[in-house]
Every structure is written in C-alpha cells, then in structure tokens.
C-alpha cells in the first residue's frame, strides 16, 4: 500500500490529525509513548471502558472508531503489519483511570492477543481490573472440523462486537456482564471474504488478509447476484439460524473494489435473503482498508432479543455508519 506519510508513522500522525479535525469528539495523548491511541471526549472513568485494538497501519482503523457516539472509549491500531504495542493500551487505560474496569476488544490473531495479554497484566499490577476479549468470527480461517475457539476475526466481528460492548457500558453493565453478553454474541457471528479474479473468472471464498488462499473457488463466476447467493448459504449454513433471531448484514468493500459494487452486491444479497429468512438490517462501508483482491468482507450476525436493543441505534462515526 502506497502512501506520502511514512508508515511508521502513519498512526500516530493520523490519530493526532483527528484530534485536530474534531476537538470536542476525541483526544491524544501528551508525551505518550507512541501517540498512536485515540480516546474518546468526554472520558467517562465512571463505567467500563472498551479499548479496541485493530491491527497494524493498513488493517482496519480503529481510530475511526473513536468519533462515533458510545462506540469505543479507545481505539489503537499499530505500525506496518504489526499488532499496537501493550503500552500502548496500558498507557490509554490508565490516562483514562476507570474504576469499574476494561474490556479489551481485538481479532483472535497472536500478535493481538500478546500485547492486549501483556497490557492486561500491567494493568493488573496496578490494581486495575479488566478483561480480553477475541473476536473469532472467520468461518473459513480453519478446517471445516475446527473448533470455533481457533477461528480468527474479520472487520465485522469487531464492529459488531465494540457497538454492543459500548452500549452496555453506557447502559451500566458491570464488567462481566458486558464479557457474557459478548460472549454469546461471538458464538452467533459469522464472516467470509468473498473476493474476484477477473483474469480467471474466479469467485473466490476464504482468501485471507495476509495472502491466505481461498477455501472454496468458484469458477468460471463472475456475477455479484451469484456469489451473494454463496455467501448467503454459506454463512447461512454455519449459523443456522434460531427462530426469534433477527438476522443483521455488515458488508466492507476492499480498497480496490467499486463503490458502486459494494451496494449493488448489497441489493443482491438481500434480494436473495428475502427469499429464505429476510435481514433485519444492513450496513455497508469502506470499514477496513483491506489490500486483497476485489471484493468484499461480509458478516452475517444472528441477535437474540437482548442482543438485538444494543443495535437498535445506527452509529454514525467519522469514517463509517453502522
């Protein structure tokens, strides 16, 4: 990916940029350690805190996340290909000094999991409480056989996951009961990347944002209205559906794939869905700047009741709507 702005530091400086852009929404941190974290204005140190960390420069922009109105109370990505550093997260956590605690949002991938591992433990150590929480909603990251337990995540997990987790802590649920709520809701999310090779007229499903191969290829496709359908019974078949769940669509386009594709693959998917069990909702966005081939990441989440008030409320954040 090509850029002006060097990309070790291109977090840092688009974080601050932010900060400059919308004062009365969001803040940096003086003197801090590498100025990549993003907080949320006013601090509320009252309530849990939701600290989501997204990858490195280039992955999903979780500063982004932070202009968006009970959305995360932190969002911190890293440097080139690589995870935000623990300190990072443990300076934020303690600039915000919350009493009630932290959950710590992040994609079930290890360089995620040991810095928000290790920024846990030195928050600990100064008598803070917290918990991490591992968005593991890629269906075809591992063998069909696989627990759901080794999935990794996408981008639509993690929106999904940080908009109930806010909400709840708004609403003023304790620490563990925002961590069962995501819980139950992390077992009921579904994700695929659903991606094109126009020079072999391939439908591809399951290539991943590190050059992963895909799982499943359909060949001789290239048709949106087509490979909505796959994806559709795809996801379809790994959530199996409960009766009373409403079913909610989050759709991000790749950074080379047309905005006029990114809705139209929409149309189709819920033209399709309208068929068999209908959507209760759909997003669509440039949520992730995902350099694979053309295409789309697509999540599929199953709400319960309860589950379903927290996304009631669209949310509306500097780069997104949800």
Excluded: W
Excluded at 78 to 102: C, L, M, T, V
Aim: hydrophobic fraction near 35%.
């Amino acid at each position: 990916m090509k850029c002006l702005v060097d990309p070790e530091y291109a977090t840092r400086d688009s974080a601050q940029g932010l900060a400059i852009v919308y004062p009365e929404m969001v803040q940096t941190i003086a003197d801090s350690y590498s100025g990549r974290a993003l907080l949320r204005r006013p601090i509320e140190s009252d309530r849990v805190n939701i600290i989501a960390s997204a990858g490195g420069f280039g992955a999903p922009f979780a500063t982004g996340f932070v202009t968006a109105d009970h959305f995360c109370d932190v969002g911190i990505n890293g440097g080139p290909f690589a995870a935000p550093s623990a300190y990072d997260i443990y300076e934020a956590a303690k600039y915000i000094d919350s009493k009630e605690g932290y959950l710590l949002i992040y994609n079930n991938f290890m360089g995620d999991q040991l810095n928000n591992d290790l920024a846990l433990e030195l928050l600990e150590l100064e008598g803070y409480r917290g918990k991490l929480f591992q968005v593991r909603d890629d269906c075809l990251s591992v063998d069909p056989d696989a627990q759901r337990e080794e999935r990794t995540g996408l981008i639509g997990g993690v929106l999904l996951t940080t908009k109930i987790a806010s909400e709840a802590a708004v609403e003023g649920k304790s620490l563990d009961e925002i961590y069962e709520l995501l819980t139950r809701a992390n077992r009921r999310i579904s994700s695929l990347n659903v991606t094109y090779d126009f020079e072999k007229k391939q439908t591809m499903l399951g290539e991943g944002i590190s050059g992963e191969n895909p799982r499943i290829i359909h060949e001789n496709c290239l048709s949106l209205e087509e490979s909505a359908k796959y994806v559709y019974d795809y996801l379809y078949q790994d959530l199996q559906p409960l009766p009373g769940e409403k079913l909610y669509l989050v759709v991000s386009r790749t950074f080379r794939t047309g905005y006029e594709d990114l809705f139209s693959f929409v149309k189709y998917f819920h033209n399709y869905a309208e068929t068999r069990k209908p959507l209760q909702r759909v997003s669509a966005g440039h949520y992730i700047r995902m350099d694979i081939s053309y295409g789309f990441s697509v999540t599929m989440f199953c709400a319960d009741e309860e589950l379903e008030k927290y996304l009631a409320k669209r949310t509306y954040a500097e780069s997104f709507v949800l």
